[in-house]
């Protein structure tokens, strides 16, 4: 590998593709880590590698002139030693991409989150002259904090550059506006359905437009994608109006500002939550949904010739999100086989078609109901919802002739409660609660594994269960590698 290019040290690879390689660097003179975007040399050669370079040269130019949080900033542009490159900020992040995952609609929260911090960049970008042409989940990094980074202004529009002339077809199709279909003059408001079509696969788990490059040109052109409300049951049909406008095919019906996007989104969440404001759980949530790569859900088993196969086509509301009740091991106990049909039921109503997958997961060697309602209860998003998914709780209790309080898990443990810290376990509370030293012990052990998010994690699981075996093993569960969750487990005695 090349150890220096021009005064930049290189300390490793962070990517390759067809254009070139990124390295992680080190700029010397003023002790800083970069990332070094480069191009590749055998593709410099005659009228593409000119025009190559001039790309790779506007990128430079447009980023350089945007100092802002939610972009990615440009330090340097330059040739040397044969290599054409762009110093850039390092930023500790991932794509977008991973925290998707199909027909899983994204934490609310962190839907809107992410996108604020969207909108505000491109507020700040289109007043400044630039129009980014390429928004997708690819070109924006998500760091451990949740923060937004837009990157690859690679065919960025400056309102002074004639690099790109009227006629030009460019973007990704599936985000794409009708006006870069045809090949029109473009300006921020072809940035802002771009974002719409993010919004609207962050909400309901599916792009509005899909197919092959031809479908999804007609699709853009001619026709509009349901409202998310449909595909995502529960959530606030405020939500419908706003992407109906973001993604209105003639540029004088959309939002003519990100600014203006910002506003009716904000709204919209407000209606949703009714009148309440995120605050301090809305921005652990959004953390936590950024802590790691969403799940992919397992493809559904395959039913044989005559077989029929209950999807969500055609029906709204959550009763085609539960088509198939989550699939439980062989050794699940009695009660849960027969509450889960219900409880997963319940559950949808709240947070729609994740419901499925979130229940095989969190019922894992739940040793009752009122254990596995407070590990459901981490993922609604409302107070609202809570309330409901519990008051369902309740019914599916008294319907099923089960108790009222944890009394298996309690048993288990041999620990005994008051009459009081039983009738909270019930409620889907927390009946213990854990010391301030287990939780800054926890949060020391788990620190090398997740970084600065382990405050946010013992924080949320504290809430979630007074029982330091099941905090531990709660805690155990967000790191991916199989080998660290058992080596924390040890650590923490366990």
């Known amino acids: ?31 800083r880590v970069v990332a070094l975007k480069t191009i590749r040399t055998e593709l410099l050669d005659g009228h593409s590698g000119a025009e190559l370079v ?87 990094l998500i760091t451990p904090t949740a923060q937004v980074k837009i990157t690859d202004f690679g065919v960025a529009k400056i309102e002074s550059s004639t690099l790109t002339q009227v006629g030009d077809v460019i973007g ?11 090949g029109e003059r473009v300006d921020g408001r072809s ?6 079509i993010l919004l609207y696969q962050m909400l309901t788990g599916a792009r509005p437009f899909t197919g092959a490059a031809s479908v999804v040109m007609h699709q853009i052109l001619n026709t509009m994608p349901p409202p998310p409300s449909e595909r995502h049951a529960g959530l606030h049909p405020a939500f419908d109006a706003v992407l109906a406008r973001a993604l209105a095919k003639r540029v004088e019906d959309r939002y003519q500002t990100a600014r203006a996007f910002l506003a009716a989104l904000t709204d919209a969440q407000l209606q949703h939550t009714g009148g309440v404001p995120p605050g301090e759980e809305d921005n652990e949530r959004t953390v936590l949904a950024f802590s790691r790569p969403a799940p992919r859900p397992a493809p559904p088993p395959h039913t044989g010739a005559g077989g029929q196969h209950h999807s969500a086509a055609g029906s709204s509301g959550a009763a085609g999100s539960v088509g198939h009740t989550a699939s439980l091991s062989a050794s699940a106990p009695q ?20 419901a ?41 209790k008294r319907k099923m002739g089960l108790g009222t309080a944890g009394t298996t898990s309690l048993a288990r443990s041999g620990a005994s409660l008051p009459p009081s810290q039983l009738s909270q376990v019930a409620s889907g509370g927390t009946a213990l609660q854990l010391s301030a030293e ?40 967000q790191l991916p590698n199989e080998q660290d969750r058992a080596k924390f487990l040890r650590e923490m005695g366990g």
């Open 54 to 140: 001039a790309r790779f040269r506007n990128e430079a130019q447009a980023s350089g002139r945007l100092v802002h949080p939610n972009i990615v900033a440009v330090y340097d542009y330059g040739e040397a030693d044969g290599v054409t490159y762009i110093a850039m900020e390092y930023v500790d992040g991932r794509p977008l991409n991973d925290f998707l995952a199909p027909d899983v609609p994204m934490d609310l929260s962190a839907s809107v989150a992410c996108m604020s911090q969207l909108l505000a960049a491109l507020d700040y970008a289109h007043a400044r002259g630039v129009v980014h042409r390429d928004i997708k989940p690819a070109n924006l």
């Open 356 to 396: 499925k997958l979130l229940l095989k997961k969190e019922a894992h060697d739940a040793a009752d109901l009122d254990v596995l309602c407070r590990r459901l209860l981490v993922h609604i998003t409302t107070e609202q919802g809570r309330e409901a998914f519990q008051a369902s709780v309740q019914t599916i």
């Open 172 to 182: 990704t199709p599936s985000y794409m506006s009708p006006e870069q279909f045809r």
């Open 438 to 477: 287990v939780m800054e012990h926890a949060q020391q052990k788990l620190l090398p594994y997740v970084g600065p998010i382990a405050k946010v994690l013992v924080k949320r699981f504290a809430k979630v269960t007074g029982d330091p075996a099941e905090f531990h093993r709660l805690l155990a569960e």
């Open 335 to 354: 009660w849960l086989v027969e509450v889960a049909p219900e409880l997963q039921l319940a559950l949808s109503l709240q947070i729609g078609p994740m």
């Open 1 to 31: 590998m090349t150890e220096k290019i021009g005064k930049y040290r290189i300390d490793g690879k962070l990517g390759s593709g067809a254009m070139g390689v990124v390295y992680r660097a080190y700029d010397d003179n003023i002790a």
């Open 191 to 196: 940035d802002i359905f771009a974002a719409g």
